[in-house]
């Protein structure tokens, strides 16, 4: 995939905010704005999963286009911040991803940091808890459905599972998910692997556990994604599971609970403020 010319620090696909789920991409595109050049990488590395996830930008649109959902994909590379950092993680501006240096962010000073946190990072989630607040004052509390897609080879070793489902605490969303996934035959579902979960101030911890939303984060295998024909049969996978899952209470309420990673500061909203 070539370098996409950047447009802006987020997407909307519009929705119904009243269906109850909101599909999120954090990793969605390749994109650098201008004045960023390659960060001084070959564009070649463009096209790696050090830069976004692959297939995954395909996925989360067609299943707002399928179930009728609003969808938050950031416009800008991983590279260049990653969305799915809390800005007191080191890997916020990666400097170093998969063997690969990053010349433009080795080192960074404490003004860029401070330009890609309030120009891109602070956009992408403003974006995302506007798409929740309409949800809200719709009376429907959204469950948080987060897509990613991962290399099927890490270091020389393959990787078994063809999806995996990532999850904290709050089992309201991914149990089905997993269960829904683990009656096809000719899948190979994982349960918080190859990664886990719990991450503290990632982009699900911050807008679903801290609100009290259900939400669970998808992983499909990147080979699995390569062509259209791939995407769109994993939409067709994904849609009706997602839709027959949603049709539980559970997932329409708010629900404060425990997280994995520490001591969780909710944050209260009101569906009717007043």
């Known amino acids: 995939m070539p370098l996409h010319q950047y447009s802006a620090p987020f997407e909307i696909i519009d929705g119904d905010p009243a269906r109850g ?26 096209s790696r999963h050090i830069a976004y996830d692959i297939g995954a930008a395909g996925v989360a649109r067609g299943l707002a286009r399928s179930l009728g959902v609003p969808a938050v994909l950031a416009g800008f590379s991983r590279l260049l911040i990653d969305p ?18 990053i010349p433009g962010n080795y080192p960074v000073s404490d003004a860029e940091r401070g330009e890609r946190i309030e120009s891109f990072y602070r956009p992408y989630h403003d974006a995302v808890n506007a798409t929740i607040d309409r949800s809200m004052a719709a009376g429907a509390p959204p469950a948080l459905f987060s897509v990613h897609t991962f290399t099927g080879i890490w270091r020389g070793n393959g990787r078994p599972w063809h999806v995996a489902i990532l999850w904290d605490s709050d089992d309201r969303l991914p149990r089905p998910l997993i269960d829904g996934l683990r009656e096809y035959d000719d899948i ?28 669970a984060l998808i992983e499909i295998r990147q080979d699995l994604l390569e062509s259209e024909a791939g995407i769109e049969e994993w939409v067709g996978r994904l849609s009706p599971l997602l839709e027959r899952t949603l049709a539980k209470p559970c997932l329409r309420k708010v629900v404060h609970g425990p997280s994995r990673t520490g001591p969780v500061d909710p944050i209260f909203w009101q569906t009717h403020p007043g």
């Open 84 to 101: 799915n950092r809390g800005m007191d993680d080191p890997t916020l501006i990666m400097q170093l991803s998969d063997r690969t240096v």
């Open 188 to 215: 190979v579902t994982g349960d918080n692997e190859p990664y886990d979960g719990a991450l503290g101030n990632d982009t699900l911890f911050t807008h679903g556990t801290r609100r009290g939303l259900a939400n």
């Open 21 to 46: 789920l909101i599909v999120l991409c954090d990793h969605a595109v390749n994109s650098l704005p201008a004045g960023y050049g390659t960060l001084g990488l070959p564009k070649e590395e463009f």
